[in-house]
C-alpha cells in the first residue's frame, strides 16, 4: 500500500506561480513512476506530467511552463508551476504508479489550484 498526501494548491492570479508537493509513505520504495492529473469540472482527469527515474513527460499546454522533479530520500514529487493561466484550474491529484505481478495506481485526496484572470 502507498499513501500519498498532496499540498500547496490555492488560488493565484494569471501569470503567477504555484509549487505542488505530494509525499509518499508506506511501501513507496516500490513506485516507479509518479506523475500530476488534473480535472477540470465537466472535463476528464487527464496527465499532466510524469517522472520516471530521470526521465518526465508533459503535456502539451503545460509544457515550457510546468516542470516535475522527485526527490528519492524524501518519497516526494513536486510540480513547479509558473506562468499560469485561468484554464489551468482544475483538481491536481498526485499518482504513483508501481507494477509488482500486476499494476498498482494510487491517488492522492486532490488539491484545488485556481486561476483567476
Known amino acids: 500500500q502507498v499513501q500519498l498526501v498532496e499540498s500547496g494548491g490555492g488560488l493565484v492570479q494569471a501569470g503567477g506561480s504555484l509549487r505542488l508537493s505530494c509525499a509518499a509513505s508506506?511501501?513507496?520504495?516500490?513506485?516507479?513512476?509518479m506523475g500530476w492529473y488534473r480535472q477540470a469540472p465537466g472535463k476528464q482527469r487527464e496527465l499532466v506530467a510524469s517522472?520516471?527515474?530521470?526521465?518526465?513527460n508533459y503535456a502539451n499546454s503545460v509544457k515550457g511552463r510546468f516542470t516535475i522533479s522527485r526527490n528519492n530520500d524524501k518519497n516526494t514529487v513536486y510540480l513547479q508551476m509558473d506562468s499560469l493561466k485561468p484554464e489551468d484550474t482544475a483538481v491536481y491529484y498526485c499518482n504513483a504508479y508501481y507494477w509488482s505481478g500486476r499494476p498498482y495506481n494510487y491517488w492522492g485526496q486532490g488539491t484545488q489550484v485556481t486561476v483567476s484572470s
Open positions: 508506506g511501501s513507496a520504495f516500490r513506485i516507479n513512476t
Open positions: 517522472i520516471t527515474g530521470g526521465s518526465t
